[in-house]
């Protein structure tokens, strides 16, 4: 019997766990009777246009150890893109070239492992297969510490973030209760348009620390003057108030509370930054007190020395799942995660169609966030804590973590 090939590429913002799903992709390839052999795609689907691709199959019977490090190696090991295909109504000439590709590797399956943005992607591959009547099977794997995917019940690459934003909001109320001075620390986290990561800093509360005392998400309108009153009110209280805000909080009006508007990327998306640092003058010139703001900024992104160990073993589960999904004849689809009970936590595998996910984003329900705006309920909190749990076991040299070599992306620039 003839066997068919595999095609995988990465694409959108790095996470602990994207790799994870690599390996999975890696691992049901190997195990699989229909496929031979998997190539990566580097730099995302540009990596098809420009024919950058890596024999993955022949590395990893090359290196013994290869799985698992990877699997543990945070950001893209195959590297990224913020490529935006166009509509092939109006050009197909990327579609024929990706296609051609496709026919002259002898590929049967392509999988892309990104966010929102990656499942624009695999929607504009899947219609345009439908329209030429190509069998080739295409499924998108979720990723992004964003968590706003939709039909998914979480996104890999989001428990190591919230894992990481809660340890660090913890940390940073041991550095800040240490001074007897009325204070107030802002920290900005990422999230444009859903809180779910900002939410996760309510993690770091527990017998004896209450920080983050106020919780500010972009799903509920952000008015400056009640900020200020929160922050009054608490000093009244305590020496020390802690913040956590989304970098995409915006008024009633939806203007962001710090963007340039000016700059955004390949998918219309603006380029956020400064709300933390924007609500640290406010409270200075209003309050007159010890202020600063941290923007945690690419930090939460690929800390795998806190990656969470549930978060890591699904990914690699899910890629294992489109495998074996592609092998069914699926298509036009990405693999889910399905929460059965939190606890015991339990989760399944299935998949959903691309139509009903790409462009469309999740938001933080309603009544996970507090009436009052400024913080979040129990529910939210039991949904959390067990995307947290775990710590795989690393390697390490000289002190530092050993993680897969990358430097063939800068061989291939």
């Known amino acids: 019997m003839n066997l068919k090939n595999c095609m995988v590429a990465q694409s959108g913002g790095p996470t602990v766990a994207i790799n994870a799903s690599l390996a999975g992709v890696i691992r049901g390839v190997k195990a699989s009777s229909m496929y031979d052999t998997v190539y990566g795609s580097l730099n995302g689907i540009t990596g098809i246009l420009n024919n950058k691709l890596l024999n993955l199959t022949e590395l990893m019977d090359t290196h013994p150890d290869y799985i698992d490090r990877l ?10 893109c913020r490529y935006k295909l166009p509509d092939y109504m109006d050009d197909d000439s990327p579609y024929v070239f990706i296609f051609k590709q496709f026919e002259d590797y002898n590929i049967e399956a392509f999988f892309y492992i990104g966010g929102n943005d990656s499942m624009d992607t695999v929607l504009k591959l899947s219609e345009y297969a439908k329209k030429i009547g190509s069998n080739i099977r295409i499924i998108g794997i979720p990723k ?7 039909e998914t019940d979480h996104t890999p690459g989001f428990g190591s973030a919230a894992k990481y934003i809660a340890s660090s909001l913890l940390e940073i109320a041991h550095d800040t209760f240490i001074y007897a001075v009325k204070s107030v620390t802002i920290v900005e986290i990422m999230g444009r348009d859903a809180g779910w990561l900002t939410a996760a800093s309510a993690l770091a509360r527990n017998e004896y620390n209450t920080a983050p005392h106020l919780i500010y998400l972009p799903e509920v309108p952000f008015d400056t003057d009640d900020f200020l009153l929160d922050i009054k009110r608490l000093l009244f209280e305590r020496n020390n108030v802690i913040v956590a805000v989304s970098e995409g909080i915006r008024d009633a009006a939806g203007n962001y509370i710090s963007a340039s508007e000016s700059t955004v990327d390949n998918f219309g998306h603006s380029q956020l930054s400064g709300a933390g640092k924007t609500l640290e003058f406010l409270v200075k010139e209003k309050l007159g007190v010890k202020v600063r703001s941290v923007e945690i900024n690419v930090l939460q992104r690929c800390a795998a020395h806190l990656a969470s160990k549930t978060d890591l073993d699904e990914s690699v589960a899910l890629g294992e799942k489109a495998v074996a999904l ?4 699926v298509t036009a689809s990405m693999v889910t995660i399905n929460r059965i009970s939190n606890a015991p936590y339990k989760v ?3 998949y959903a169609q691309i139509t009903h996910i790409a462009n469309e984003a999740k938001s933080v329900p309603a009544d996970w966030i507090a009436p009052s705006g ?4 129990q529910p939210f909190i039991d949904y959390l804590t067990p995307l947290i749990q775990g710590e795989p076991q690393l390697t390490y040299k000289n002190g530092l973590p050993v993680y897969m070599d990358v430097s063939h992306l800068s061989k291939h620039q």
């Open 348 to 350: 399944e595998y299935g």
């Open 374 to 377: 400024n913080d979040i309920t």
């Open 326 to 329: 592609s092998e069914e004849g």
């Open 144 to 150: 992004t510490i964003d968590n706003d995917l939709c």
């Open 71 to 80: 699997t543990n190696t945070p950001s893209m090991y195959l590297g990224s």
